[in-house]
């Protein structure tokens, strides 16, 4: 009789199942009849929960084909099993040596804002499951068409004017309004993460750097961004920034735009501050009070002090955005973040209803940047960029930084 | 002798005897078992020597009479597909006598809602396809007088040959010239004659391949021409793409008066930076107000209302019905 107590101790601990529990052990029994698919070992209820909604995402979409691969990530072409038609980009992370025990942070940062923020110019997430080995799956929208960088650096195949570039620029403009009205800092807007869908729609990519806006007195990176798109204050080494960092970002990709070679490209902060210093002036504590407060502040001779550049400098190489847009880029490239326009100011301002008219967006040009492109695009990993143009511009977010 | 069928039943009988049994009007299938009212007028010689096939050629040819949409008339080839799919579905079902009522009522249903688009691309295919045979009529046509003219060009200028080799010889005989020279002359005459002639060919060829494409020119058609859209009138450009973001559940002031607040909102090394405390007393706010009017039941079942019965619902299901009561057990 040793062993009765035990058995009615059992018994007791087993009735003792609280009232939340069992609702919802009812809702999985009720909805999941299939219970020869549960793996085997029984385990706690939420787990098996989240398996197997996991199990049920996972099975909706089929992978077709490897488009690339890189140290980061593989990217799939993929679709949905209900239908063949639909095409999906399916982005599979790698687990990497740097964090072996959890997920990498840009995969973190990625899901985490792509599926709050939904809007068209903004590449949709549709869904994250992951597959054997906790490997992580990000299915993303297809966008078939590569991205602005292509079009920028084919000056023999493409011709743009204007009109093209101001479609372009408001497409931007909103995907990044959209992202700072929700209180998400991009941090890294570059040509090459604008991609463009099938009906010519520019979508903004790679989440990898993004962070919502900080508390106040709790210190962000100043190692994002990269370099050639970086403000003035992040390479002052500013611990405290706003949205403005990404508006400056949009201001490089406009005079991009224009110019069709990168704006500022410098080869060292240092050669990346100079370039800012003779193409928009230097800051100093006339134009920018407070500038010289800041952590990496490089003092400047009264000789070498550049002006801030008067309208006329702009119109020299500029002219071909009119008066009007010249006027929205010097806006863009103020050197006091806090007189630089936010992106809901950049929208509200008049160059977008004065003539021309922003090309719709089925005429504008394209070039077939196909499956490759997609995939390429995809496995870098944020602030990295490819193609040798630039290999040293590559900046990896330094988390050590911001302890 | 020959066999004639009659697509109601199909059964094979003798000329003679269908003229014998029909003649006085419609009568009975004389075949044992088979009662089925026939009419001479309907026999026919068989096309095939399977009569199963006969019939399914009958068959198919009386349902794509009917469901005779084209490609271009659907948004996508997904759903072109799907009607291809359901029309064979329905042949197929008359073709081997499964629910031939139902199918029947439905053939005729859609014959009688769709009348004005079926006779409409009847016409057109009928137009296409005697434009086709116009068409190679023509060509064939150009091609027999093409080659007509090609003889009688030859014909002539043989006997131009013959003409000039005639004259130059009876030059030899009846004059006292270099007999070489008179041939040299004679030789040029022919050639002179003969370029002449094949330039007005070749200007006659000409005009005759133009006059041949006016005539054919309104038989041309293009396939695959989607219908035109009328261009909608522009819109005024928004550069927000139509998108308002706007606090529905609180009313953001322009300041916000807190001692934690006070420092970040003077420390040079905060403001230098561009940060700005106003984004973070917004963000708090739209913080504090984001779970409010969001209820779960109420989106799931929208959700579901709209989703198909696919894993989609049920995966929803269990989400909505974790989220929204016991959220203790989970995870």
């Known amino acids: 009789m040793a062993v009765s107590p035990v058995v009615t101790h059992e018994a007791t601990s087993n009735v003792k199942v609280t009232a939340a529990k069992a609702k919802s052990l009812a809702v999985r029994t009720n909805s999941f009849p299939h219970k020869t698919e549960a793996p085997p070992e029984k385990k706690q209820g939420g787990q098996e929960l989240a398996e197997r909604l996991n199990h049920e995402t996972k099975e909706k979409y089929v992978k077709d084909k490897k488009l690339g691969e890189g140290t980061y990530a593989i990217v799939y072409l993929g679709h949905l099993k209900a239908d063949p038609l639909s095409k999906v980009a399916i982005k599979k992370i790698k687990v990497n040596t740097e964090y072996r025990d959890g997920l990498s942070m ?27 080995n906790q490997n992580l ?36 403009g909103r995907a990044v309004w959209f992202c700072h009205e929700n ?7 570059k040509p090459n993460n604008l991609f463009i869908a099938a009906d010519g ?17 709790r210190p962000m990176t100043y190692q994002v961004i990269t370099r050639w798109y970086r403000p003035p204050e992040l390479l002052y080494g500013a611990r405290f920034y706003s949205g403005a960092v990404d508006v400056w970002s949009m201001g490089t990709v406009f005079a991009e735009l224009i110019l069709r070679v990168p704006f500022l490209a410098g080869n060292t902060d240092i050669h990346q501050l100079e370039l800012i210093c003779q193409a928009v002036g230097t800051p100093t504590e006339e134009i920018w009070p407070g500038v010289s407060k800041l952590e990496g502040y490089v003092g400047y001779e ?50 977008w209803t004065s003539d021309p008219r922003p090309t719709a967006k089925v005429d504008l040009p394209r070039k077939g940047g196909g499956l490759e492109k997609m995939g390429d695009d995809l496995k870098r990993r944020g602030g990295e960029v490819e193609d040798g143009r630039g290999n040293k511009v590559a900046r990896k977010l330094n988390f050590g930084a911001t302890k | 002798m020959r066999f004639l069928v009659n697509p109601e039943c199909y059964h094979k009988m003798c000329e ?11 009568a009975p299938c004389p075949v044992a078992g088979c009662a089925r009212t026939l009419r001479k007028q309907r026999f026919r010689k ?29 948004q996508t080839l997904r759903d072109y597909n799907n009607y291809l799919e359901e029309v064979e579905t329905l042949t197929f079902n008359l073709l081997y006598n499964i629910d031939v009522a139902i199918t029947e009522a439905k053939l005729a249903s859609y014959a009688k809602q769709n009348a004005a688009d079926i006779a409409n691309n009847k016409a057109l295919s009928a137009q296409e396809s005697a434009s086709t045979e116009a068409r190679m009529a023509a060509q064939k046509e150009q091609a027999r007088l093409r080659r007509e003219a090609a003889r009688i060009e030859e014909e002539e200028e043989r006997r131009e040959r013959e003409e000039g080799r005639r004259e130059i010889i009876e030059k030899i005989a009846h004059s006292t010239d270099d007999p070489d020279k008179i041939v040299r002359e004679g030789q040029k005459v022919v050639l002179k004659k003969s370029t002449a002639r094949r330039n007005a060919a070749d200007r006659l060829r000409a005009q005759d391949a133009a006059s041949v494409d006016n005539a054919s020119a309104p038989l041309f058609q293009i396939a695959g021409l989607r219908p035109i859209t009328q261009p909608q009138l522009e819109q005024v450009y928004d550069p927000f793409g139509g998108y308002v973001v706007k606090p529905s559940y609180f009313e953001l002031q322009p300041s916000y008066a807190h001692p934690w607040l006070e420092k970040a909102k003077t420390d040079p090394q905060i403001l230098a930076g561009g940060y700005d405390v106003g984004e973070y007393c917004a963000r708090t706010m739209m913080e ?33 019905g974790e989220g929204g009561g016991s959220g203790s057990d989970v995870l």
């Not at chain 1, 840009?106 to 997430?125: C, F, G, T, W």
């Open chain 1, 106 to 132: 840009d995969a973190i940062r990625e899901v985490k804002y792509l599926q709050e923020l939904s809007h068209p110019n903004i590449i949709a997430l549709h869904a994250v499951f992951s597959s054997k």
């Open chain 1, 137 to 172: 799956n990000l299915v993303l929208e297809f966008l078939p068409l590569g991205d602005l960088e292509m079009l920028i650096k084919d000056s023999e195949g493409i011709r743009y004017g204007t009109a093209e570039v101001k479609a372009w620029m408001g497409m931007l």
């Open chain 1, 183 to 189: 209180f998400v800092l991009h941090r890294d807007i």
């Open chain 1, 201 to 217: 729609e520019v979508k903004l990519a790679d989440f990898g750097l993004a962070r919502s806006f900080s508390d106040p007195y």
């Open chain 1, 302 to 351: 009264k000789a070498s002090i550049v002006p801030v550049r008067g309208k006329d400098f702009y119109l020299a190489r500029f002219g071909t955005a009119g008066p009007v847009g010249v006027d929205l880029l010097m806006s863009m490239l103020a050197l006091d973040p806090r007189k630089r326009s936010t992106a809901r100011q950049m929208l509200e301002h008049r160059w």
């Open chain 2, 16 to 26: 003679s005897c269908v003229d014998r049994i029909f003649s006085q009007g419609p």
């Open chain 2, 46 to 74: 068989q096309t095939f020597e399977d009569l199963q096939i006969e019939r399914e050629v009958d068959v198919r040819r009386r349902v794509a009479a009917t469901f005779n949409r084209r490609e271009s008339e659907f």
């Open chain 2, 288 to 320: 504090a107000c984001a779970g409010l009017g969001v209820f779960v039941e109420e989106e799931v079942a929208r959700r579901e209302r709209a989703a198909d019965a696919d894993l989609g619902t049920q995966s929803a299901a269990i989400a909505g």
